[in-house]
C-alpha cells in the first residue's frame, strides 16, 4: 500500500445505534485498516482497557493536548471531553493504512473542514423507538444518562445529511456490508490511487 494515499473515514452514529459491534466486524474484515483510539476523560467502564477502546486521561491533561495543537479535532460529548490525536493519523501514515474513526457529529464536522478528502458514513437506527428499546437493554446506564443520549440522539440525527454516505443499521450483517463498500470503494478514487497510476505511466514512456 504504500504508492496508494491512505483514506480518512469517519463513522458517527447516536450512541446506542450498535456502532461499536458494526466497527468490529468491519475492523475484523477489511486489512490495513486501522482504528484511531480518542481521547477521553471519561472513566473507563467495566471491561475497557487504556489505549485499546480510548486513551483515558484526566481533563488538564486533554486540555494541555488542545493548547499545544496535539488535536485533529475535539468535542463535548454527555459532558465529558473526546478528541483524536495528530499521532494517530501519524502512526496510519506510517504503516500505509486507512484510519478509522469512531467520532460524534461535531468532531466530524472539523474533519470535513481539516480533510477534503474524508469519507464521512453516518449510522441511523431503524427508528427512534428501536434507539431507545437498545439503550434501556443495555442496562448499563441511569435513567438520567438515557433521557440525556435520546435527546442528543434528536439532534445528531438530523445533521445525517451532512455525511457523503448514510446506513441504516436494520441488521447488523447489511450495516456492515453497506460499511465495508463505502471502504473499499473510498480505497479506488483517483485522489487515493495518484501516486500507483503516475508509477504505470512511467511505464509508457519510451
Not at 496535539?70 to 471531553?81: K, S, T
Not at 445529511?161 to 446506513?167: H, I, N, R, T
Not at 456492515?176 to 473499499?184: D, E, M, P, W
Request: hydrophobic residues 40%.
Amino acid at each position: 500500500m504504500s504508492d496508494r494515499v491512505p483514506s480518512l473515514i469517519v463513522l458517527s452514529a447516536p450512541s446506542g445505534t450498535g456502532k461499536s459491534t458494526v466497527l468490529k466486524q468491519v475492523l475484523a474484515t477489511i486489512q490495513d485498516l486501522r482504528f484511531s483510539v480518542s481521547h477521553t476523560t471519561r472513566a473507563p467502564r467495566p471491561g475497557e482497557i487504556d489505549g485499546v477502546q480510548y486513551h483515558f486521561v484526566d481533563r488538564p491533561a486533554f486540555e494541555s493536548m488542545l493548547a499545544a495543537d496535539a488535536m485533529l479535532e475535539w468535542a463535548d460529548v454527555h459532558g465529558q471531553m473526546y478528541g483524536t490525536s495528530r499521532a494517530e493519523y501519524q502512526k496510519a501514515c506510517d504503516q500505509g493504512a486507512d484510519l478509522l474513526l469512531d467520532i460524534d457529529v461535531q468532531g466530524a464536522a472539523q474533519l470535513r473542514t481539516r480533510f477534503q478528502g474524508s469519507v464521512s458514513i453516518f449510522l441511523l437506527p431503524p427508528s427512534f423507538q428501536d434507539l431507545e428499546k437498545r439503550l434501556r437493554g443495555r442496562g448499563q446506564d441511569p435513567e438520567a444518562s438515557i433521557l440525556r443520549r435520546l435527546e442528543n440522539a434528536r439532534r445528531e440525527v438530523e445533521r445525517c445529511f451532512e455525511y457523503d454516505y448514510l446506513a441504516i443499521n436494520t441488521t447488523v450483517e447489511a450495516c456492515v456490508v453497506a460499511v465495508q463498500s463505502v471502504i473499499r470503494a473510498a480505497r479506488q478514487r483517483r485522489t487515493q490511487l495518484e501516486p500507483a497510476a503516475r508509477r504505470v505511466l512511467t511505464t509508457f514512456q519510451s
